[in-house]
Structure formats: C-alpha cells, structure tokens
C-alpha cells in the first residue's frame, strides 16, 4: 500500500496531530473498536503528539497515550464490574469515584499525568467556577476520576482548588484542546452522536434526561468544529449506562473507523485532506492545569 513504507507509515515532519476521545458513558466501549481498526492499518498512539479524553473517552486516552493496546484494553473493560464503580446503592445518592480512581491505579499505577510517554490531558469541569479545565498534570487516577463525575451518580472530585465535575457538561468532545497544544490536525471521536433524541413522555426523569441531552449537543459542537476527521459509531441503541452490548459497541467504532481510514491514512502521512480551511474556534473560559 502506498500508505506504507518498510511497514511504517511514511509520515511528513513538521505536522503535529492529535487525537481526541469523546464521552458516552459506556458507549466508550466503541473507543477500543477505533483503536482496533488502527492497529490493524499500522497506526500506533506514537503517532500522534497529543491525546486528550472527555468522561469515558478520557479513561481510553489515558490508557492510549501509556502505550496500551487494543487486546490489553479489551481485557480490562472485560474485567469491569460495574458494583465496584458505581458503590452507592441509595437512590437518589451519589458515589464516590473510588471504583473509577482504582481502576486506573490498578492499570497504570498510581503515577501523575506528566508520567504517560505521551502527552495527554483530561478534561473536566470546575462546578465552583462552572469553567472547563483542562489537566495536563498532577495525579491521573484524580483527573481522570473528576473527568468522569457525572453530577448526582458521583461525588465532585477535589483537585487542587478544582472540584470537579464530567467534562462532558463544557467540551465532551474535546478535539480543540490537541490544537491549543499546537496540534495542526485532529482526529475526534464521538460515541454519542445521536444524543440528541427526543421523548414522548412527559415523565420527570425522561423530561430531564431529554433535557439534558439537548445541551450536551452545544458541547459536542465544537469538538465537530476543531476536528478535521469524525469517527462517529453508531451507539444509540446501547445504554449509556450498561455493559450490556460490549463487543457490539467496539465491533461498531471499529466498523466507522474502516470507513474513514482513506482520510486518517492521508492525514497521518501529515498530508492536508484538502485546502485548510480557517476556523472560527469557540473561544470560552477554559483553563489549562499544568499547561
């Protein structure tokens, strides 16, 4: 294939790319498909300089940019219990995020972020200031931890002066976050495209489920705004909030993933897919820890 050169892809210098993993809860499960596409086309987390993650897609990041590979993150998801996440049995009470932290320390160790061999960042949200935070240093398990906090199902994480809140509420696709670190192009990934359907009922919870979903979609905007390739599976008929489906989720990120190769292959010759083209990048309250 023209793509290769000696097995390697034949890369142009002087590019930097990122890759950006979006949130979904569960639906993160279609993350490991895309990853499993790219090993299969040759493409290595080394190839890109920098890695950010949202919530779910955070987690999958994290694990990228220490050098995991698909089968060792399949093992993982495939050990998960949900009980050792979500602990707090109580309705209406949330949890602590102990279970998530756990899980990063069991599989990466308890190191700092500036430890992962590529550069990477979780992204969250400050409730006490409600600005967006991005965290490039500082303990990973933590960060990773606050990424993932969806307000009520988990307690907000202390970091820092931060208490944080999933990342999903300012940025959960957060492909504009490699280019604030100088990254020419990016690949985003959206597990949840379709969060934005509708409902009939006139219930409380699927009244506010609904309404939450309609702005979360505000966020997503802007990822699909500084990515220059989407990859984005189809998911909705998986719960956001179950295992339930895993290997259908993955089978469906790798299947989007093949699909778009043509163009992650000609951007990680580091060969524009066409005439740049100058965007108007939201300019928000976010701030960079450790950046």
């Known amino acids: ?44 987390a080394s190839d890109f300089d920098f890695i950010t993650g949202t919530s779910a897609g955070s987690i999958v990041g994290a694990f990228y940019a220490a050098g995991m590979c698909y089968a060792q993150m399949l093992e993982i998801a495939q050990s998960i219990n949900e009980s050792e996440i979500r602990t707090n049995k109580i309705p209406f ?34 409730i006490k200031t409600t600005r967006e935070v991005i965290l490039t240093k500082g303990n990973l398990a933590k960060a990773i931890a606050g990424s993932c906090c969806v307000p009520g199902i988990f307690v907000p994480v202390e970091f820092g002066d931060y208490h944080l809140c999933d990342g999903g509420l300012k940025n959960t696709i957060p492909a504009s976050v490699p280019k604030k670190f100088g990254c020419d192009y990016v690949v985003g990934v959206d597990v949840n495209k379709d969060r934005t359907y509708g409902t009939d ?19 997503a905007i802007r990822g699909y705004l500084a990515a220059d390739v989407m990859i984005g599976p189809e998911t909705r008929r998986f719960k956001a ?7 259908d989720m993955i089978e469906e990120g790798y299947k989007e993933a093949i699909d778009k190769m043509p163009d992650l292959l000609m951007l990680l010759q580091r060969k524009p897919l066409k005439e740049k083209i100058k965007k108007q990048f939201y300019k928000g309250d976010e701030e960079v820890y450790g950046g």
């Open 241 to 247: 909030s179950k295992t339930d489906g895993m290997m």
């Open 201 to 219: 009922s006139l219930k409380v919870i699927d009244v506010a489920s609904c309404s939450i979903r309609i702005l979360m979609e505000n966020t």
């Open 1 to 44: 294939m023209d793509f290769f050169k000696n097995g390697i892809l034949n890369r142009r210098k002087n590019t930097r790319i990122g890759i950006a993993f979006g949130g979904g809860g569960t639906r993160g499960f279609a993350h490991l498909g895309v990853i499993k596409a790219f090993e299969e086309y040759g493409i290595k």
């Open 93 to 126: 009470m949330p949890s602590k995020t102990d279970g998530i932290q756990n899980l990063i320390k069991q599989n990466l160790g308890d190191i700092n972020i500036e430890n992962l061999p590529i550069p990477f960042a979780a992204v969250a949200c400050d």
